[in-house]
């Protein structure tokens, strides 16, 4: 009763349940601001202004007492992510109090970077390890945590998102 997908920008597995993920592609256009020759670039930009609307929807919601970081270091790789995606940790990935919240990954043309990203809601890893290959199902306890955000919350990520993204705009 699963669909399987096959993103062509790589990465390990990604559960999609509907109501607990919210996707999103953003299409860097390669004469716009947020591109870069650095192929990290947009992410890095794209990854800043995800912070920022992460920051601006949970400041709303709960006060301003979380850590929101983006990733700007070399890809940190498990044992697990490459089998699960967000078990690792990827440039312009956004984290929250330590965790994972916003996992993102590229496709390249000579006219646009494609960034998709999503963050959950919910999330069990159990669901999605239950649907692996027997022989090479994870430990969950050995996977690296992953935040959530209830979904009126991740509501208030994409408004911010929409809002900055459109005043930097040329």
């Given at each position: 009763?699963?669909?399987?997908?096959?993103?062509?920008?790589?990465?390990?597995?990604?559960?999609l349940?509907?109501?607990?993920?919210?996707?999103?592609?953003?299409?860097?256009?390669?004469?716009?601001?947020?591109?870069?020759?650095?192929?990290?670039?947009?992410?890095?930009?794209?990854?800043?202004?995800?912070?920022?609307?992460?920051?601006?929807?949970?400041?709303?919601?709960?006060?301003?007492?979380?850590?929101?970081?983006?990733?700007?270091?070399?890809?940190?790789?498990?044992?697990?992510?490459?089998?699960?995606?967000?078990?690792?940790?990827?440039?312009?990935?956004?984290?929250?109090?330590?965790?994972?919240?916003?996992?993102?990954?590229?496709?390249?043309?000579?006219?646009?970077a494609?960034?998709?990203?999503?963050?959950?809601?919910?999330?069990?890893?159990?669901?999605?390890?239950a649907?692996?290959?027997?022989?090479?199902?994870?430990?969950?306890?050995?996977?690296a945590?992953?935040?959530?955000?209830?979904?009126?919350?991740?509501?208030?990520?994409?408004?911010?998102?929409?809002?900055?993204?459109?005043?930097?705009?040329?």
């Amino acid at each position: 009763g699963i669909d399987l997908v096959r993103r062509r920008s790589g990465g390990g597995a990604v559960l999609l349940v509907p109501g607990e993920v919210t996707w999103i592609d953003v299409i860097v256009p390669t004469a716009t601001v947020g591109w870069s020759s650095d192929i990290h670039g947009p992410m890095r930009w794209l990854g800043g202004h995800l912070a920022a609307a992460v920051g601006s929807a949970i400041g709303a919601t709960a006060g301003p007492t979380h850590q929101i970081e983006v990733h700007e270091g070399p890809m940190l790789v498990t044992s697990w992510s490459p089998l699960i995606c967000f078990d690792g940790l990827g440039v312009g990935e956004v984290v929250l109090d330590g965790r994972k919240l916003v996992g993102m990954s590229q496709r390249r043309t000579r006219h646009a970077a494609r960034l998709q990203c999503c963050w959950y809601s919910a999330h069990d890893p159990a669901q999605l390890v239950a649907l692996l290959d027997q022989n090479r199902r994870p430990p969950i306890a050995e996977l690296a945590p992953v935040a959530a955000v209830p979904a009126e919350t991740a509501a208030h990520i994409v408004d911010a998102l929409t809002d900055r993204l459109k005043s930097n705009e040329r």
